[in-house]
């Protein structure tokens, strides 16, 4: 961490040239489409000023991709900060310090945001152990306590893995910014009698698990390393809905295509639905066009089959009485 600002200024410099030295794609190559984005970065800065959220790349991005309509748009996102370090006159990009992500500022901010710029990186005075303790107090005056427990209770409802991506995400859904959500873990941790965090290992993240899950949870449907599994009624069902023509657009991932489905039909839980769709992946029935899950050939021929089938009438049951001719 510098201890003056001309190590400041080197550290800063020293940042952007690392981000002027990303590749960027064949579209951004164009100075046309260059500017374009350049535009829309600025956009959204500014109204993360106007909203008094401190632009984070990660929040920068996410508004990107909130309003893109092509794949391409929500690509271009990976790249902010290589095409705002190319416009050093307009942004001035600040590198992670002290637990805090990238940050991108505007030169020349709104009345009112000057006193940003005294946030720029300093010397941590407080010990890791320290500021979590302080942000739990924050956090438990600002009632966001309740909010925590209540997404690790629907993943577990959803029978989602809570893994640390998980929990961060519906942490942002619920309106916390990008830097709050990435110090989530440190709340956890510090509530030590409500939940145990499952150390990483090699192919997995930290796992926010609950001392004492619900009674009446049967297992986790998804997560990393289970292997998807799916019972017979959702998997016809979800062909019956493909057949009829009344299944939602399947976009946005697996995440996105299984709430969508969830959506027109409330049969089994977030990550049941999830699975179905990884396992109608693996045997080669769905396949991505652009951002789309769409049928294959082979799930084609079948849902042909299916149309054709004749309704089936349900059977009769006999009468245990006697027939009205004994009558």
């Not at 064949?26 to 500017?35: C, F, V, W, Y």
């Not at 990393?224 to 292997?227: F, K, N, R, T």
């Given at each position: 961490v510098p201890d003056s600002m001309s190590e400041m200024a080197v550290d800063l410099e020293r940042f952007r040239n690392k981000c002027c030295n990303f590749t960027l794609p064949?579209?951004?190559?164009?100075?046309?489409?260059?500017?374009c984005l350049q535009q829309k970065v600025l956009d959204c800065i500014k109204s993360l000023y106007k909203s008094e959220t401190k632009p984070y790349l990660g929040e920068v991005q996410k508004l990107l991709?909130?309003?893109a309509t092509t794949k391409k748009d929500k690509d271009e996102a990976r790249y902010v900060a290589a095409v705002c370090a190319l416009m050093p006159e307009l942004f001035l990009l600040v590198p992670p310090h002290c637990g805090d992500p990238p940050c991108i500022l505007l030169r020349d901010p709104p009345t009112g945001f000057e006193l940003w710029y005294e946030k720029l990186p300093q010397r941590c005075s407080q010990t890791p152990e320290e500021e979590a303790m302080r942000n739990l107090r924050e956090s438990i005056s600002a009632g966001r306590i309740s909010t925590m427990r209540k997404v690790i209770d629907e993943l577990y409802a959803d029978r989602i893995e809570p893994t640390l991506n998980e929990v961060q995400e519906r942490?942002?859904?619920r309106g916390w910014s990008y830097s709050d959500a990435q110090q989530a873990v440190l709340l956890y941790a510090c509530q030590k009698d409500t939940y145990d965090l499952a150390k990483p290992t090699q192919n997995k993240q930290i796992v926010v698990l609950l001392k004492e899950p619900p009674r009446s949870f049967a297992g986790w449907a998804e997560g990393?390393?289970?292997?998807p599994k799916v019972s017979v009624p959702m998997e016809?069902?979800?062909k019956s809905?493909?057949?009829a023509g009344r299944a939602p657009a399947l976009r946005g991932g697996v995440a996105g295509a299984a709430q969508a489905l969830q959506n027109i039909s409330p049969h089994g839980s977030l990550g049941e639905l999830r699975a179905l769709l990884r396992v109608f992946i693996l045997r080669g029935l769905l396949e991505y066009r652009d951002d789309e899950l769409v049928p294959t050939n082979v799930l084609l021929k079948e849902l042909d089959t299916l149309r054709q089938a004749p309704p089936r009438t349900p059977e009769r049951r006999k009468s245990p009485g006697r027939i009205y001719s004994q009558i």
């Open positions: 064949s579209s951004l190559r164009d100075a046309q489409n260059l500017k991709r909130m309003t942490l942002r859904d990393a390393g289970i292997i016809s069902g979800f809905l493909l057949a």
